[in-house]
T-cell receptor, first 115, second 111 residues
Framework: AAGVIQSPRHLIKEKRETATLKCYPI?????VYWYQQGPGQDPQFLIS???????DKGSIPDRFSAQQFSDYHSELNMSSLELGDSALYFC??????????????FGSGTRLTVV | KNQVEQSPQSLIILEGKNCTLQ??????????LRWYKQDTGRGPVSLTI?????NTKSNGRYTATLDADTKQSSLHITASQLSDSASYIC??????????FGSGTKLNVKP
């Protein structure tokens, strides 16, 4: 079965650079969630989208932005990167409304290292 | 292989009734287990966190149990309310700070 695809798997950037992380949800899933897990920390909810509209916002810094596209994939854009942005970024997808599978599926994450 | 499995996948109950959600895991070495409530499209809300030595923990109408020997946890909701309608996700953390997510149980409480 298809899973949530995140790309890239690993990313190394320098301070003040920008990075774009991508998340491709399970086919037919219309809801996407982004989480950030810093070293030794619990995952923190960043932002979510339902039907291409932002549905909730967590602890996402102003330097970050995200959107969900017409094909339901989502991109997390990170600018002016700081050393503290080094973390594992998870994406999850689910089917928001309607019948069928409602389970959440998490991607394996993108590990961002800022040097 | 480290996994977290939740059951049932979805559940419909009448308002005022009780229900129990299950979480079985194979994650090792085990650090802790959390239950989250998540409304569609919204961020998760932590309900309970349980460590190896804890068997039961309550948070209002929510009571979580953990059997570390059988690697099973349950979340019991008492006197359900319409606002309990949400997905409940079980997340297990290992000793290497890696998190394993269940696919959730979608609870629908009907009047």
């Amino acid at each position: 079965a298809a899973g949530v695809i995140q790309s890239p798997r690993h990313l190394i950037k320098e301070k003040r650079e920008t990075a774009t992380l991508k998340c491709y949800p399970i086919p037919r899933h219309d809801t996407v969630y982004w989480y950030q897990q810093g070293p030794g920390q619990d995952p923190q909810f960043l932002i979510s989208f339902y039907e291409k509209m932002q549905s909730d916002k967590g602890s996402i810094p102003d330097r970050f932005s995200a959107q969900q596209f017409s094909d339901y994939h989502s991109e997390l854009n990170m600018s002016s990167l700081e050393l503290g942005d080094s973390a594992l970024y998870f994406c999850a997808s689910s089917l928001g409304l309607g019948q069928g599978a409602h389970g959440y599926t998490f991607g394996s994450g993108t590990r961002l290292t800022v040097v | 292989k480290n996994q977290v499995e939740q059951s049932p996948q979805s559940l419909i109950i009448l308002e005022g009734k009780n229900c129990t959600l299950q979480c079985n895991y194979t994650v090792s070495p085990f650090s802790n287990l959390r239950w989250y409530k998540q409304d569609t499209g919204r961020g998760p809300v932590s309900l309970t966190i349980m460590t190896f030595s804890e068997n039961t923990k309550s948070n209002g109408r929510y009571t979580a149990t953990l059997d570390a020997d059988t690697k099973q946890s349950s979340l019991h909701i008492t006197a359900s309310q319409l606002s309990d309608s949400a997905s409940y996700i079980c997340v297990v953390r290992d000793n290497f700070n890696k998190f394993y997510f269940g696919s959730g149980t979608k609870l629908n409480v009907k009047p």
